[in-house]
């Protein structure tokens, strides 16, 4: 039901009340608010719930979600901006299946939110994007509680600096893919990335703390990358030995030239 903007309260009663056996719904876009929330809340066996660009949710409807829906296993909430500690508290305290959450641009998730999904131990994939308040101690939080990350996307994420990224790589053993873009990590956090061993896809745009040389011997030492996402000056930047050997082993580059947008 993506983007159909008909969708009313009306609408989730009567899905609430008449198909208690659904696992899967998408309400992306749509102009859902709280009470919607609470009456579709009734379809306790739901798996997937996607609530991406849904600004008319808060904490109050996640709530519902939270203590009805144990099964819950994915949840979107991508610039849902209301959505902030409180709601994901409750998805943390009765959602203990989740697998992957996005609540990236939800501007008011800060650590506090992370620590509480830090409970969830079989979370594989984790969005936050975006998030201003959330620092290296929420992400260490995560690493050190969720060691079955696969999937990390903290791009954006400017108060995550090498602290949290090295709680990352001593705890999440798992990761296989990442975006740090725009975060400001050094060499010691990207040399720290480099040391995962099943690490295959990573983007790595704009990270201005980290040198030409801190580059090169993240590279050399990251034997199982796929795919790669740099900025195109380094293509001028980095031998080009290092480009074909990193080609050689399979792995394929994508180079991003964009102007950098705060």
């Not at 903007?5 to 208690?20: A, F, N, Y």
């Amino acid at each position: 039901m993506e983007s159909c903007s008909l969708v009313t309260e009306r609408s989730l009663t009567m899905l609430g009340e008449g198909c208690p056996f659904l696992e899967e719904l998408d309400l992306t876009d749509c102009s859902i608010n709280n009470t919607g929330l609470k009456s579709l809340s009734k379809c306790s066996e739901l798996v997937t719930l996607k609530l991406g660009f849904c600004p008319n949710i808060s904490n109050e409807g996640i709530a519902h979600i939270g203590a009805r829906c144990s099964y819950l296993q994915e949840l979107d909430l991508y610039r849902s901006v209301g959505v902030g500690d409180v709601g994901l508290a409750a998805i943390a305290n009765g959602c203990p299946r989740l697998k992957s959450i996005n609540v990236s641009y939800c501007i008011h998730v800060t650590d506090n939110g992370l620590t509480s999904l830090a409970q969830l131990q079989k979370l594989h994939q984790l969005e936050i994007r975006g998030c201003s308040g959330i620092s290296s101690a929420g992400l260490s939080a995560i690493a050190l509680g969720c060691k079955r990350i696969v999937e990390l996307d903290i791009k954006r994420c400017y108060g995550v600096d090498d602290v949290g990224i090295l709680a990352v790589a001593k705890s999440c053993q798992n990761l296989r893919q990442m975006n740090v873009s725009y975060c400001p990590i050094s060499d010691v956090g990207l040399l720290a990335l480099a040391s995962l061993r099943c690490l295959q896809n990573i983007k790595l745009v704009y990270l201005r703390n980290v040198t030409v040389n801190g580059f090169m011997s993240a590279l050399l030492a990251c034997k199982s990358l796929k795919k790669l996402k740099l900025l195109q000056s380094l293509k001028f930047n980095l031998p080009r030995v290092l480009i074909e050997m990193l080609e050689a082993r399979g792995c394929s580059i994508r180079w991003m030239d964009k102007p950098f947008v705060i």
